[in-house]
């Protein structure tokens, strides 16, 4: 199956710091979402980009698909940043799998005041 | 107006006690996924199903099985929780594009399973 991995494993920051989160993964995708889960456990949907460029407000992400890798970027980060930043892959197979998502190990980020 | 959701948000069962945990959507989303995810882990996918047309991951144990009965309702049967279970149980859902393209997953806020 597809291999994900995440970069870095751990980050930490002052409020207002920028940040980039990288995700590499192994094979051809159809599908690539940035999830943020909070400490509460909930998994916030941040983007949904198998390719291309997108942003929102101070997050921003972009998939370069022919070379596998796929970053997030937070700028003027706040203390509720906080929490594991997932970056999850699907297969480009023809259809079979139905969409099943391979999650990355995680990037867990902490913001101080 | 959520729209995967989730109940209960924390359940607490008995060793060896048969327990249900239940997934609704009011996106009318054809496939429903149910994910596993254990402490300081990543989510992994258990099974999903495609309308009717359940769909197992290997490794997924025996213990654990699945029912569809509508298109808005999915749940999940744990029949003998061991220790090993206690997790946080996500369920998602999303639509099969045209032309076999993948659509984004939307997921529940997760229940909590704690084993006695």
Same mark, same amino acid.
């Given at each position: ?44 949907? #941040? ?23 796929? #970053? ?28 099943? #998502? ?12 | ?7 209960? *948000? ?5 060793? =060896? ?40 991951? %290997? ?19 744990? *029949?003998?929780? =061991?220790?090993?279970?206690? %997790?946080?149980?996500?369920? %998602?859902?999303?639509? *099969? ?14 229940? *909590?399973?704690?084993?006695?």
């Amino acid at each position: 199956g597809i291999q994900v991995e995440q970069s870095p494993p751990d980050l930490i920051l002052q409020e207002g710091a920028n940040s980039t989160l990288r995700c590499n993964f192994s094979d051809s995708v159809n599908n690539l979402q940035w999830f943020h889960q909070n400490p509460w456990g909930q998994l916030i949907n #941040l983007f949904y980009i198998p390719s291309g460029t997108k942003q929102n407000g101070r997050l921003s992400a972009t998939t370069v698909a022919t070379e596998r890798y796929s #970053l997030l970027y937070i700028s003027s980060s706040q203390t509720t940043d906080s929490g594991v930043y997932f970056c999850a892959v699907g297969e480009w197979d023809g259809g079979t799998s139905y969409g099943k #998502l391979t999650f990355g190990q995680g990037t867990i980020l902490t913001v101080h005041p | 107006d959520a729209m995967v959701i989730q109940n209960p *948000r924390y359940q607490v069962t008995q060793f =060896g006690k048969p327990v249900t945990l239940s997934c609704s959507q009011t996106l009318n989303h054809n496939v429903m996924y149910w994910y596993q995810q254990k402490s300081s882990q990543a989510p992994k996918l258990l099974f999903h199903y495609y309308d009717k047309d359940f769909n197992n991951e %290997a490794d997924t144990p025996d213990n654990f099985q699945s029912r569809r009965p509508n298109t808005s309702f999915c749940f999940l049967d744990i *029949r003998s929780p =061991g220790l090993g279970d206690a %997790a946080m149980y996500l369920c %998602a859902t999303s639509t *099969r594009g045209w032309g076999y393209s993948n659509q984004p997953q939307h997921f529940g806020d997760g229940t *909590r399973l704690s084993i006695l």
